[in-house]
């Protein structure tokens, strides 16, 4: 295998939730935001949202390990990946899998990270949390005012 960084991050995605490959890829005092710095309602409904410091692969493998227990992770594919110097990108989509609701949701994604010496030392992971949240959704609406000059929308 390679080890350019576009390759090193592209196999810590494909084996996330593997400890040997997370072991091998990501560095002791890596970061590691998932969805948000911090927010707390997205917090109580998808547990790994927010920033863990300097939590390195434990803390990365215990992420990903919680998520993929809340839902099947469902054809995940990279469409577009960059890199230059240390800095990598990843855009593709995923389809998550409610593992209590049995609901389907297929978002975009883009995985940033920044590699040092062969190890991932910042992950930064983004996704469509309004839709990939709504396979937990058990029933209930929302209302909103969004536009300044219309009215309320229901959801």
Same mark, same amino acid.
């Given at each position: @295998?390679? #080890?350019?960084?576009?390759?090193?991050?592209?196999?810590?995605?494909?084996?996330?939730?593997?400890?040997? &490959? &997370?072991?091998?890829?990501?560095?002791?005092?890596?970061?590691?935001?998932?969805?948000? /710095?911090? #927010? %707390?309602?997205?917090?109580?409904?998808?547990?790994?949202?927010?920033?863990?410091? #300097?939590? +390195? %692969?434990?803390?990365?493998?215990?992420? *990903?390990?919680?998520?993929?227990?809340?839902?099947?992770?469902?054809? $995940?594919?990279?469409?577009?990946?960059?890199? !230059?110097?240390?800095?990598?990108?990843?855009? +593709?989509? /995923?389809?998550?899998?409610?593992?209590? $609701?049995?609901?389907? *949701?297929?978002?975009?994604?883009?995985?940033?990270?920044?590699?040092?010496?062969?190890?991932?030392?910042? @992950?930064?992971? @983004?996704?469509?949390?309004?839709?990939? +949240?709504?396979?937990?959704?058990?029933?209930?609406?929302?209302?909103?005012?969004?536009?300044?000059?219309?009215?309320? &929308? !229901?959801?």
């Amino acid at each position: @295998m390679s #080890n350019s960084n576009v390759e090193i991050v592209q196999e810590l995605l494909k084996g996330a939730t593997q400890p040997e &490959v &997370v072991n091998r890829f990501v560095a002791p005092d890596a970061t590691y935001v998932s969805l948000t /710095f911090d #927010n %707390p309602d997205l917090k109580k409904l998808m547990p790994w949202a927010g920033t863990h410091k #300097n939590g +390195g %692969p434990a803390g990365v493998l215990k992420v *990903f390990q919680e998520l993929n227990t809340f839902w099947t992770i469902e054809d $995940l594919e990279v469409h577009d990946a960059f890199g !230059e110097g240390e800095n990598v990108a990843l855009f +593709g989509t /995923f389809t998550t899998h409610s593992v209590k $609701l049995d609901k389907k *949701f297929t978002s975009p994604f883009v995985f940033f990270a920044k590699v040092n010496n062969g190890l991932v030392t910042y @992950m930064q992971y @983004m996704e469509d949390t309004f839709g990939t +949240g709504s396979t937990f959704r058990s029933g209930g609406t929302w209302k909103f005012q969004s536009n300044p000059v219309g009215g309320e &929308v !229901e959801v």
